[in-house]
């Protein structure tokens, strides 16, 4: 794992989360790592479940969640990502008037996911090819839900795939608006997994319903790896 992101100030990271609900972070792997765990794709024993989405209406390709134990760099990832987002959570909560406190560490957050029978594991990996795309969804697996993800793409965009980009929307009283996000390979993407805080034209915080979703891929072949940080039912 690259060390670019654990040495942004985390200032910086909450000040684009808080404008924009999303925040790149460039270099988080290395080319060399992207293609070691878009390899991992093949390996059915590393699984937990696999998904065809046209089969649910989800668009078109496949993704599939690890099982326990995750692949180390997938569980390195997880645990160092955690806890430089738990205070950017834990304000959003505060500004959206609820009550929850996340704990500090991941450990600590998966055990309350576990006593409530949040026990699968919810980190995975997509494939695209060519005319495939991923529906604007939410990533909600139970009652406890991390109010951030992240995406790491593992492909070189321009070289092993064209189109495919990372799409986001956000919708608040009379008004849509969606990003297309750029991303390098190795590049990560932090991103509200169903609503953030925004201030309204009064100064009154209002509740951002987010979903995110990738475009039609125009040619070639795409890998994504998604970080969710709380499990699934």
Known sequence: MQTSFLDEPATDLAAAL????HAVLPGLLAPAQCAALAALYPQDALYRSTVVMARHGFGRGEYRYFAYPL?????????????????????????????????????????????AG???????ILQYGAGDYNCLHQDLYGEHVFPLQVAILLSRPGVDFTGG??????????????HVVPLAQGDGVVFAVHERPAAGPTGRVRRLAMRHGVSRLLAGRRHTVGLIFHDAT
Not at 78 to 98: E, H, M, S
Not at 118 to 124: A, E, G, S
Not at 165 to 178: D, I, K
Request: overall charge positive; proline content about 13%.
């Open 165 to 178: 980009e990372f799409v986001m929307t956000e919708s608040r009283p009379g008004e849509q608006r969606a």
């Open 71 to 115: 692949p180390p760099l997938v569980a390195q990832l997880r645990q160092a990502l955690y806890p430089q987002l738990v205070p950017i959570a834990n304000r959003w909560n505060q500004w959206l008037g609820k009550p929850l406190c996340y704990p500090a560490t991941l450990d600590a957050f998966l055990a309350r996911c576990h006593r």
């Open 118 to 124: 949040q026990t699968r594991p919810t980190p995975l």
């Open 18 to 21: 808080d404008a924009e609900g």
